[in-house]
T-cell receptor, first 114, second 114 residues
Framework: AQSVTQLGSHVSVSEGALVLLRCNYSSSVPPYLFWYVQYPNQGLQLLLKYTTGATLVKGINGFEAEFKKSETSFHLTKPSAHMSDAAEYFCAVSDRDRDDKIIFGKGTRLHILP | DAGITQSPRHKVTETGTPVTLRCHQTENHRYMYWYRQDPGHGLRLIHYSYGVKDTDKGEVSDGYSVSRSKTEDFLLTLESATSSQTSVYFC?????????????FGPGTRLLVL
């Protein structure tokens, strides 16, 4: 069965510093991969996703993620953190052979320090 | 924004009472999902639907039932609410179940079971 692990339930970075949120998946076949963001008291919205093609995926608000098959990873990065990036981030996967369900990680809350 | 509304947005109920949450979408998406979000657990799938009258269980379906009599509406029922069902419930929709399609989320319903 598909699973996804996010390392670190809380991550703190200074404003202007690099943001790195880690995500690893377990699957014998590379799945579809997603990053979602949740701002306080809101639903989730898609940041970016990898389905096929280029392994470096660019998303909204300056975020990007790189699919690395050899490391079974899909880490999320942003070169320079902004206060507005404070939110909870969820990595998610779905099976290419049965794509009707998306499995979410437990989330990483990103704190931005002034 | 996929035009997803959830009602009610907040509800307080007592143990043992039935509760129904409604998800309504205006995008004619085929797939609809119910998740619960709890601290430390991320989002967990309760039930989902892949068409009118077609539903399937997720990973935490015990104590919940669903119905979908129209494309636009997906109802989640707690037959006899328990305190362990206190949570934030999110509805999501998706155009189809293939090729890594994006899920779109509603604003959530906060349920407190006393």
């Amino acid at each position: 069965a598909q699973s996804v692990t996010q390392l670190g339930s809380h991550v703190s970075v200074s404003e202007g510093a690099l943001v790195l949120l880690r995500c690893n998946y377990s699957s014998s076949v590379p799945p579809y991969l997603f990053w979602y963001v949740q701002y306080p008291n809101q639903g989730l919205q898609l940041l970016l996703k990898y389905t096929t093609g280029a392994t470096l995926v660019k998303g909204i608000n300056g975020f990007e993620a790189e699919f690395k098959k050899s490391e079974t990873s899909f880490h999320l990065t942003k070169p320079s953190a902004h206060m507005s990036d404070a939110a909870e981030y969820f990595c998610a996967v779905s099976d290419r052979d049965r794509d009707d369900k998306i499995i979410f990680g437990k989330g990483t809350r990103l704190h931005i320090l002034p | 924004d996929a035009g997803i509304t959830q009602s009610p947005r907040h509800k307080v109920t007592e143990t043992g009472t039935p509760v129904t949450l409604r998800c309504h979408q205006t995008e004619n998406h085929r797939y609809m999902y119910w998740y619960r979000q709890d601290p430390g657990h991320g989002l967990r799938l309760i039930h989902y639907s892949y068409g009118v009258k077609d539903t399937d269980k997720g990973e935490v379906s015990d104590g919940y039932s669903v119905s979908r009599s129209k494309t636009e509406d997906f109802l989640l029922t707690l037959e006899s609410a328990t305190s362990s069902q206190t949570s934030v419930y999110f509805c999501a929709t998706r155009t189809s179940g293939g090729f890594g399609e994006t899920q779109y989320f509603g604003p959530g319903t906060r349920l407190l079971v006393l």
